[in-house]
C-alpha cells in the first residue's frame, strides 16, 4: 500500500510537505504542491480517511442546511450554482459535503442532533427559515457555522449586496426616464427586507413617490404568482410604467401577464428582474437585471467555515458582503424627455 512516506520518496520532500499538499494547507508553493498530486496519482495513493479523522480529530466533512422553502430543489440556479461553488473550493481544500435535515430514516432528528450524527466538522446555512428554533438551535451551537445571505449576531455571514444591487436598478431604470416604478418583491425574509429597504432608499433619494399600489409580492420562484401580482399592477388606473420582479425566474410569470394584457416589453411597459441565472442571458428580450456572483458567494463560504474549523482560535467572526454587477438587457425602454416629465407630475402626490 502506497504511503506519503513513498511519495516524499519520489518528490525529494519531507512527510510534512507531503501531508500539507494533500490536505490543501497553503503553506508551501503551488509547484511543490503540483509535483506531489502528481506524484501521489502516478503511484496509486489513496488517504485513509479514519487514520486522518483519528490523527486530527477531524473528519473532513462539511453539512449544508439547504431547507427548500419554495419546493423548487436544485433547480433554483442561484442555490445550485452557489452550493456548487461551495463543493468545489470544499474538495479543493480535502473536505467533502453532506446535507443535514430532519428526516432520515424512521427517527426524526433536529439540525444539530443530524449534524452531530453525521460528524461535521462545520455546517453552512445556505437557505432555511432563520427564524426557526431549530435552525437558531444549530447556528448557536459549538459547531463552527457560517451563513449566507443572513447574518447572526457573533457569526460569520456571507452576504449578497441586495441593498446595493436593488439602488443600482432603481438608478438605471430612472436614468432611463422612468418615474412610476412599482416592485413585486418575494415572500418576507431577510433578503427581501434588505432589497425592499434599497428600493424604497433609492427612490426616495431620487424624489421618486412610491404609491402603495405600486408595491405586491409573490412567492420567490414562482411564475403562477408572478402572474396574479402582475395582472393586479397593470389593473391600477394608472399602471406603473416599470416593474420589478422578484426573481429573473418569476419573471417568467409577470411577462405572460404583460403579453395576455396585450402589452409589449419594453415598447409598452418596462420591466426588471434579479439574480443574473443563465436564463436572462438567452431569452428574447434579453431581461435586465442583476447578477449575483454565486461563485464568491460559494467559494468565500467554504473558505471561511474550513477557516473556523482549522484556526479557531484566530478566525474571527465577520460579515462579508458581496457585490454583484448590472446586466443591461433589452427590457428597459428609454422614455422620451417629455413623457418622463408628465410622469414624474403624475406619480407626485398620488398616495393611492
Known sequence: MVSMKDIALRCGVSVATVSKALNGQQ??????RERVLNAAKELGYTANSAARALKTNRTYNLGILFVDLQNSGFMHEYFASTLNFFRIESEKRGYDICFINSNVGLMGRDYLQHAKYRGVDGVVIVCADFQDPLVRELAHSGLPVVTIDHAYHNRTAILSDNVDGMMTLVRFVYGKGHRRIAYIHGNPTSVTE??????YKACEELGIQVPDAYMGACEYHEPASCYEATEKMLALPERPDCIFFSDDYAYIGGVRAIRDAGLRIPEDISVVGYDGIHMAKVVSPRITTWEQNTEEIGRLAAEKLIERIENPRTALPE?????GRLLEG??????PAAQAGEAAQRGTGNDA
Do not use: K, N
Open 330 to 335: 433589452e427590457t428597459v425602454r428609454e422614455l
Open 319 to 323: 460579515h462579508i458582503v458581496v457585490h
Open 194 to 199: 434588505s432589497r425592499v429597504a434599497g428600493f
Open 27 to 32: 503553506d508551501i508553493s503551488e509547484a511543490t
